[in-house]
């Protein structure tokens, strides 16, 4: 069975970091290009950025209101996919989720809170 | 970037009764493969997105042919034969034609009156 699990949410203060997670299994995510959505409290659904498998290059691209300050990598040894967000903003208050365009399973989300 | 425009944006349905959804793009979603990649989404309270459709009109294993996707260009739609309980929630579009970003619509919530 095909399953994104993730790991790593919490409450922060704005300016901090946070790292999020997600384990694929299931299927072998290295052929796959992965992908983080948001969702803020009562909206919808927000594209945040995408790597690209190593065979594609393994690029990343982000949404503008992240750019720069969120990194996505992972570890295909690991079927591990990661989400580093750095300076964040009470803006960035939300669900993630981790998807992939292979087969678009999602993961369960996990809630990040900005918050002094 | 792309903008998808969703409407309705509320849709009270009457079990039994169909349901329409449009989507509209900003720009023509054929991609230069001579795919449109036009995805729908359904999200129940409390839970993750669940791929519906995908390249606007094929089914994903599992989704009931009560449901189906149409369109083209600039213009898709999702429709619900007969609607049923399970159907209540948020539908979404969503292009992965031009990149970045990937663009969804703002969704539509699907109620039983």
């Known amino acids: 069975e095909v399953q994104l699990v993730q790991s790593g949410g919490g409450l922060v203060k704005p300016g901090e970091s946070l790292r999020l997670s997600c384990a694929v299994s299931g299927f072998t995510s290295s052929n796959a290009w992965m992908i983080w959505v948001r969702q803020a409290p009562g909206k919808g659904l927000e594209w945040v950025g995408r790597i690209k498998s190593k065979s594609d290059g393994g690029t990343t691209d982000f949404a503008a209101p992240v750019k720069g300050r969120f990194t996505i990598s992972r570890d295909d040894a690991k079927n591990t996919l990661y989400l580093q967000m750095n300076s964040l903003k009470t803006e960035d208050t939300a669900v993630y989720y981790c998807?992939?365009?292979?087969?678009?399973?999602w993961g369960q989300g996990t809630m990040v809170t900005v918050s002094s | 970037d792309v903008v998808m425009t969703q409407s309705p944006l509320s849709l009270p349905v009457t079990l039994g009764q169909p349901a329409s959804i449009s989507c509209r793009s900003s720009?023509?979603?054929?991609?230069?493969?001579?795919?449109?990649?036009l995805n729908w989404f359904h999200q129940r309270p409390g839970q993750s997105p669940r791929r519906l459709i995908y390249?606007?009109?094929h089914r994903e294993s599992g989704v009931p042919d009560r449901l189906s996707g149409s369109g083209s260009g600039t213009d898709f739609t999702l429709k619900i034969s007969r609607v049923e309980a399970e159907d209540v929630g948020v539908y979404y579009c969503?292009?992965?034609?031009?990149?970045?970003?990937?663009?969804f619509g703002q969704g539509t919530k699907l109620e039983i009156k």
């Open positions: 969503m292009q992965h034609t031009h990149w970045p970003p990937y663009t």
């Open positions: 998807t992939t365009d292979l087969n678009w399973i």
């Open positions: 390249k606007v009109s």
């Open positions: 720009q023509s979603l054929v991609h230069s493969d001579g795919n449109t990649y």
